[in-house]
C-alpha cells in the first residue's frame, strides 16, 4: 500500500504475479490472501468493539486515534480510502476525525508534541484527500460545528516545522531532529513527525498548488534536513550478528547523539525511511544502504534484536521497516551490484545472537488463530520479509481480534493499530519522491524516473519516461502519437517502393498505397487527426 491509501487488493495481486498461478501453489496464496484479509478485518472490528474510533482511549504511553483512523482509512475497499468505507464506517471516520480537530490533546493542543501532531496530519491528510468531509460529524463529546479539518493540517504544519532543530545537521547534533514538545535529538519523535510532514506534503501535493503555494517547498525543505541527519548520524556496528556489515553497516539509537552501543532496530529502520523521505533519495544512496546492511545483518521478525534493550517498541519496529521496505520496492529502482534490496531481508544466514532466515510458506502450518490448516497450507506463497511479518502477526492475534504484543506492549492499542499497518502495506500518506521530479510516489507515473510533466502518451498506468513504447506503425515522425502530419507523409510515398521496416507500409503489402494512408487514419490519436 503506497502513500494514498492503497488496498489489500493491490498487495495480494503483487504477491500472486510473484508466485505465479500454477495450481496447487495459487492455492495456497489464495489461502494466505483470505487469511491476511480475514485477520485485518478482524482486527478492525476490535477497533469497532473497542470504541477506538469514537474515544481517545489510553493504551499505556498515550493515545492513538490517528493510527486507528489510518487502519480504517486503508483497509481493503474499492477505492481505497474515505469513499470506499460503507456508511456506518463512513460515520465513525468522521467521528475519529472530529477527535483529531476538537481534542485538546490532538489538534486543540495548545503547542506542539510530535506524538500526537504526527498523528493529527497521517490521519486527517489521508481523510480529506480520500473525500472526507472538511467539517466531520462530532464524536460524542467534541464540537466539530464549523471546525475544519483542512485548517487543522495547516495549524499543525506550521507548528510541526517551526518546532524542528534548525540548522544543518552534524555529527551527534540535534540539527533536523525534534524533541517531544520542541527541538532535541530524539529519533523516534523525530519518525512521528516526518510521517506526519510528509503526509501533509502529499496532501498539499493532491490538492494542487492553487490550494497553497507556500508550505510545499517549506516541508520538501524541512524533509530534506531530516533526512541529511539520518544520514551523518548513522554509526556502525560490528561482531555478533553484524559479522557480514564489513565497513558499511550502520544503525541509529534512540537520539542523534548516543553511540553504536545504543542502536536499535526501531529507530534504524525508522532512520532508513527518515532518508527516503528526502528528495531524490532511492535504495542505492550510501548512507541508505548502510542502513539496510545493519537491518538485514539484525534481521528478526519476532522481535526487535539490537544492542540495546528496549523490546516493547517490537510492532514500532515492524511498521518502520515495512514503510522502508514498501517505498523501495515501489519505487522500482534496481539496487546496484553489491548493494542490499529489501528483497534480501532473510537471506543470510541464521545466527546464534538471533539473526533470522525467511519463513518457508511450504513447510508452515496455518497460524492457529486463523484456524486448523497442516504444513503447507500457504505453498506457493513467495518468501520475504512481508510473508515474516505478516505470519507472525496474524500468529499473535487473539480471539477478540487484537494484535497482541509479545514483548509487553508499552501501548496496547498504538500496537494493534501498528500490526494492522504493516498487514495493510501502510505508509501512513506519506509522500515519497523517489526520481526528484516533485512529484509523489504514490501517483507517479514513473517513480524511479524524472518526469515532472508525467507524460503518458497511451493513458496507461505507465508513464513514456518508465515505460518507453517501440515507435507505432504510422507514426512517422516519431512523437508517440498519429496525427495529419503522419498522414501526409504516408500519402506523399504513394507509388513507392519500401524499404524493410517501413512504418509506411502499413499493410505490410511491400507497396505504399491509400490503402496504407486509410489505415494510418483508422490509428490517429484525436478526433480528424488533429495535430494537437
Not at 498461478?21 to 478492525?44: C, H, R, S, T, W
Request: with cysteine; glycine share 12%; charged share 15%.
Amino acid at each position: 500500500m503506497f502513500n494514498t491509501p492503497a488496498t489489500m487488493k493491490r498487495t495480494l495481486l503483487c504477491l500472486a504475479a510473484a508466485a505465479g498461478f500454477a495450481g496447487g501453489a495459487q492455492a495456497g496464496l489464495n489461502e494466505f490472501k483470505a487469511d491476511v484479509n480475514a485477520a485485518i478485518d478482524a482486527g478492525i472490528q476490535y477497533a469497532r468493539n473497542n470504541n477506538l474510533f469514537t474515544a481517545e482511549p489510553y493504551g499505556g504511553y498515550g493515545y492513538s486515534t490517528g493510527l486507528a483512523l489510518l487502519t480504517l482509512l486503508e483497509k481493503e475497499s474499492i477505492p481505497a480510502g474515505y469513499t470506499g468505507l460503507s456508511a456506518a464506517d463512513k460515520t465513525l471516520a468522521q467521528n475519529a476525525a472530529c477527535i483529531l480537530i476538537d481534542s485538546g490533546n490532538f489538534g486543540d493542543r495548545g503547542s506542539f508534541y510530535s506524538y500526537y501532531d504526527g498523528q493529527v496530519l497521517m490521519a486527517l491528510s489521508v481523510y480529506l484527500t480520500t473525500g472526507g468531509p472538511d467539517q466531520p460529524a462530532a464524536s460524542a463529546g467534541y464540537n466539530c460545528a464549523g471546525r475544519s479539518a483542512r485548517a487543522t493540517i495547516d495549524k499543525v504544519t506550521d507548528r510541526s516545522m517551526a518546532a524542528q532543530t534548525p540548522g544543518v545537521p552534524t555529527l551527534g547534533g540535534p540539527q533536523g531532529y525534534w524533541g517531544y514538545s520542541g527541538n532535541g535529538y530524539d529519533s523516534s519523535t523525530t519518525q512521528f513527525t516526518l510521517a506526519g510532514l510528509s503526509a501533509a506534503k502529499g496532501f498539499y501535493a493532491a490538492m494542487g498548488e492553487s490550494l497553497d503555494k507556500n508550505r510545499l517547498p517549506l516541508i520538501t525543505t524541512t524533509l530534506d534536513r531530516t533526512s541529511a541527519a539520518y544520514a551523518v548520524n548513522g554509526k556502525q556496528n560490528s561482531g555478533s550478528f553484524f559479522d557480514t556489515c564489513g565497513a558499511g553497516c550502520f544503525g541509529h539509537g534512540y537520539q542523534s547523539s548516543y553511540g553504536a552501543a545504543s542502536n536499535s532496530s526501531q529507530q534504524t529502520a525508522s532512520g532508513t525511511w527518515g532518508q527516503l523521505a528526502g528528495s531524490a533519495k532511492n535504495v542505492n544512496d550510501a548512507a541508505i544502504q548502510g542502513y539496510l546492511r545493519w537491518l538485514q545483518n539484525s534481521y528478526n521478525y519476532n522481535t526487535n534484536i539490537r544492542p540495546d534493550s528496549w523490546t516493547p517498541a517490537y510492532f514500532y519496529y515492524l511498521w518502520s521497516s515495512s514503510k522502508a521496505y514498501n517505498i523501495i520496492q515501489h519505487a522500482g529502482v534496481a539496487a546496484a551490484a553489491g548493494n542490499v534490496h529489501p528483497d534480501d531481508m532473510g537471506t543470510l544466514p541464521a545466527h546464534a545472537s538471533g539473526r533470522l532466515v525467511n519463513r518457508d510458506p511450504a513447510v508452515d502450518a496455518r497460524p492457529a488463530p486463523r484456524g486448523a490448516g497442516a504444513a503447507g497450507y500457504y505453498s506457493g506463497t513467495p518468501k520475504g520479509w512481508y510473508y515474516d511479518y505478516a505470519y507472525r502477526l496474524m500468529s499473535l492475534q487473539n480471539a477478540a481480534g487484537q494484535f497482541v504484543n509479545s514483548n509487553s506492549s508499552w501501548d496496547s492499542f498504538a500496537d494493534h493499530s501498528y500490526a494492522i499497518l504493516v498487514l495493510q502495506r501502510s505508509l501512513g500518506g506519506a509522500c515519497v519522491d523517489t526520481d526528484g521530479d516533485g512529484v509523489c510516489d504514490s501517483v507517479d507515473n514513473c517513480p524511479a524516473v524524472a518526469n515532472p510533466g508525467q507524460e503518458n502518451t497511451y493513458g496507461d498506468a505507465r508513464g513514456d519516461a518508465c515505460e518507453p513504447r517501440p515507435v507505432a506503425t504510422c507514426d512517422i515522425d516519431g512523437d508517440f502519437d498519429v496525427d495529419q502530419l503522419d498522414v501526409n507523409a504516408v500519402r506523399a510515398g504513394i507509388g513507392q517502393v519500401p524499404a524493410a521496416g517501413d512504418k509506411r507500409d502499413v499493410t505490410g503489402d511491400g507497396k505504399i498505397t491509400i490503402n496504407d494512408v486509410r489505415a494510418c487514419i483508422l490509428k490517429c490519436t484525436r478526433a480528424n487527426c488533429a495535430t494537437n
